[in-house]
């Protein structure tokens, strides 16, 4: 009897062991900072937000169009900024590096990295009336929360997920990451108060973010969005099909109907 007891005890308890474990270091196995790097064509800007500083690459111009970028979690947003900034040649571009990323300070967290981007978008809702947002993979939980509490014009979502806590759940179906999850990204939750315009981008062959995954979120929209699918695509390597960039920036360049003609001409420099 005791023998037996001890032989389930054993288990029990490396279970239990590493289910504390991944608790205790599931945020470095959710954010992959990147190191800070040189953007040709960008200029640093530095946003005080609670208690960090972040780095956000801008691209400044005249006009009221502007497009705020949100990467994945091992993304340096600062590579993809000169393709958008060629093409978006009316739009003036954020693109940011998460608390932790690229130079800026402090820890991500999906509570941090909310919050930035609510404070982010009231800095630049003063200068800019027409504010575009495009979140990619972790970037589209982010974008997806900071649309459903302010006014988004158009939203592009590539890779996204319905709930990032099931995205896990899938990948460690022996744990139970529903309990264990700190930062889970319930985004079918906040789609149902999104009215801006949505592009949903899908990698057709993606491995981190399960296809059923995406189209649970597409669902939850009120207003359905448009889709893409990117055939043959993979999760990391979708900037290599040649619809995907073509395909977004026609999205994002496109007016509403009601959009007045006439706006603000000037943007002042943000430091």
């Known amino acids: 009897m005791r023998a037996t007891l001890v032989a389930l005890l054993i288990p ?7 289910c504390l474990l991944m608790f205790v270091t599931q945020r470095s196995q959710m954010y992959f900072p990147v190191a800070e790097s040189d953007v040709d064509g960008a200029s640093a800007m530095r946003l005080e937000t609670d208690g960090a500083t972040l780095k956000i690459w801008a691209v400044q111009r005249p006009g009221a169009a502007a497009l705020v970028y949100f990467g994945g979690n091992a993304e340096d947003v ?7 900034a060629e093409r978006l040649p009316d739009h003036s571009l954020y ?5 932790g990323y690229a130079g800026s300070t402090g820890e991500p967290s999906e509570a941090a990295l909310v919050g930035d981007a609510v404070t982010l978008y009231d800095r630049l809702r003063s200068r800019h009336s027409r504010i575009s947002v495009l979140g990619r993979s972790l970037g589209s939980g982010v974008a997806v929360q900071l649309a459903s509490v302010r006014e988004v014009e158009r939203l592009v979502l590539v890779t996204p997920f319905d709930s990032l806590a ?3 759940q899938g990948h460690y179906p022996w744990l139970p990451v529903r309990v264990l999850m700190l930062d889970r990204y319930e985004s079918a939750s906040c789609a149902p108060s999104i009215r801006a315009e949505a592009l949903v981008v899908v990698a057709e062959a993606d491995e981190v973010i399960p296809r059923a995954r995406t189209d649970a979120l597409i669902r939850a929209f009120k207003v359905r969005p448009r889709v893409l699918v990117l055939e043959g695509a993979r999760h990391n390597d979708l900037d290599g099909d040649p619809a995907y960039l073509p395909e977004v920036v026609e999205f994002l360049a496109a007016r509403p109907a009601s959009a007045s003609q006439t706006e603000a001409a000037a943007v002042p420099t943000m430091t």
């Open 95 to 99: 693109f940011v590096n998460y608390r």
């Open 166 to 168: 099931s995205v896990a």
């Open 78 to 84: 600062g590579a993809s900024i000169g393709a958008f």
């Open 12 to 18: 029990a308890g490396l279970y239990a062991g590493l």
